[in-house]
């Protein structure tokens, strides 16, 4: 995810351009990565989020915020 999010925000090739990727996801610990967010239900847009600023998940702090919710 952190190479996809780098190739997002400042290119892939040596001229730096940037594009777009489509990602689609259940997960919503992933929404930190996107730019914007669209929610759809049953096949509608039904909301729409602008995140001005996207954050990689740190690995160690994730697993463990999984380890201590999926043992209560």
Do not use: W
């Amino acid at each position: 995810m952190n190479l996809l999010l780098a190739i997002n925000n400042f290119g892939y090739t040596s001229d730096q351009k940037k594009c777009t990727m489509i990602m689609v996801t259940h997960n919503p610990d992933l929404e930190c990565y996107a730019d914007r967010i669209l929610y759809i239900k049953d096949g509608k847009m039904v909301k729409q989020v602008l995140n001005e600023v996207q954050t990689p998940l740190e690995l160690e702090a994730y697993l463990k915020f999984l380890n201590i919710n999926n043992n209560e």
